[in-house]
């Protein structure tokens, strides 16, 4: 076959295929709708959330279908989603559900650096309702919601997330190679040099706790997540920054570990010292050069 008849079937299965592809979508979509409970979620803190109340200001909720921390496959389609969530939102609400705890998810995300919202479905039976767990396995995907003005639910659509779909784009990068995806393993860690992986949260001891705030808020246009009389968590982008009214002035970076009893005697070893300890996985440290933070394991 010569070259230019190599690429006009080329150009022809690629036509082909986005036409079923579209014919698919619209098939997904045309099955009838169906009312879904209001089911309850466990959000940051243990805190209940509902599913309406995901939707926020939208009519349109996305709900990501993930397996949890236990999956570096789903950790992988998560991490796509991160750097697309800023437009996503724009057009529907979008949340990432998986059967792990809050304080799990909380801290995963942190070490991913992951900006969207995360919920936990270990106490309802929305993933068996959805279709994404059968006879006890858990299955990746996508759910689609819409709600009407009288706070109705309708379950709109559904599809599953594997190796080579259109939710990863990773895998049609790698079959454009030569070796195409053959051998490709998704890996959890993030810093290649070290077992040190700097997370999305910042602590900032601050003289003026209650100016701070309003400039930070009204002036820089952070969001607000919770507030106390001493201390404030607040978000841009995808970065948490820890506001405590103190008057040290010291800013604390933050970094998950996998074993903090080696962490910590190879940082001791050289010359950090420890300020805080919070427990036998959390503590504060400071390092001989400037630098402060907290160090965590990874729950």
């Known amino acids: 076959m010569q070259p230019n008849e190599i690429l006009e079937e080329i150009n022809a299965l690629e036509k082909e295929i986005h036409e079923k592809k579209t014919t698919l979508m619209e098939l997904r979509k045309s099955v009838p ?24 200001d939208k009519d349109e909720l996305i709900v990501i279908q993930n397996m949890g921390k236990s999956c570096s496959y789903c950790t992988m389609w998560a991490d796509g989603f991160n750097g697309v969530y800023h437009h996503i939102v724009k057009k529907a609400a979008f949340v990432v559900a998986s059967p792990d705890s809050p304080e799990v998810q ?68 790698f079959d454009l190679l030569p070796s195409g995806r053959k051998g490709y393993q998704p890996a959890r860690e993030i810093n290649r040099n070290a077992s040190f992986e700097l997370t999305n949260n910042i602590a900032i001891q601050v003289s003026d706790y209650e100016k701070a705030k309003h400039f930070y808020t009204t002036i820089l246009g952070m969001e607000k997540v919770w507030e106390n009389k001493a201390e404030s968590k607040l978000t841009i982008g995808g970065q948490n920054l820890y506001i405590e009214d103190n008057d040290a002035n010291k800013v604390f970076f933050e970094f998950a570990i996998q074993d903090m009893m080696q962490a910590k005697s190879i940082l001791l ?31």
Not at 111 to 124: A, G, K
Not at 127 to 139: C, N, R, T
Not at 271 to 289: A, T, V, W
Request: proline share 5%; glycine share 8%.
């Open 106 to 173: 909380d801290a995963y995300a942190a070490e991913r650096r992951w900006q969207f919202p995360m919920v936990s479905t270990m106490d309802n039976t929305f993933k068996e309702d959805m279709g994404f767990v059968k006879d006890g396995y858990q299955y990746p995907g996508v759910s689609t919601f819409q709600k009407d003005d009288e706070g109705n639910i309708y379950h709109v659509a559904d599809a599953p997330f594997g190796p080579g779909d259109e939710f990863c784009s990773v895998w049609y990068l």
């Open 33 to 56: 709708r169906v009312n879904v409970q209001n089911y309850a979620f466990r959000g940051p803190f243990n805190k209940e959330i509902s599913l309406l109340e995901l939707f926020g």
């Open 269 to 299: 070893q050289h010359g950090c010292q420890i300020i805080r300890e919070y427990s036998d996985k959390s503590i504060m440290l400071s390092d001989p050069y400037g630098l402060h933070f907290h160090l965590f394991e990874r729950v």
